[in-house]
């Protein structure tokens, strides 16, 4: 579990999705999470992707992800 340090350095990392590790959740708790909406997910089927763009790197997806998909890129 990495530790969430929101000073601006940490902050600047955008997480990104592991398609490999994502269920594809009907209703994305991650996403839920976001209060940017950098989380989208275009299909409910499909994984979400964070948009770089309104990422501002809180991480607080990578908290409520269950099953640990979204990555901190080190
Ligand atoms: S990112 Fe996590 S919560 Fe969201 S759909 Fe994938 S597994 Fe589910
Ligand atoms: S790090 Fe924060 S702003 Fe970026 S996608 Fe996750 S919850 Fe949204």
Redo the contacts with the bound molecule.
């Keep these: 579990m990495p530790v969430i340090d929101n000073t601006k350095t940490q902050a600047k990392s ?2 990104y999705v592991d398609v490999a590790l994502c269920h594809s959740c009907r209703k994305c708790i ?1 996403r839920q ?7 989208t997910q275009v299909d409910p089927g499909e994984p979400p992707f ?2 770089a763009s ?9 908290v ?1 992800c269950p099953f640990g998909a ?1 990555i901190i890129p080190r």
């Design positions: 955008v997480p991650a999470a976001c209060k940017s909406k950098a989380l964070v948009d309104r990422c501002y790197g809180c991480h607080a997806c990578v409520e979204i």
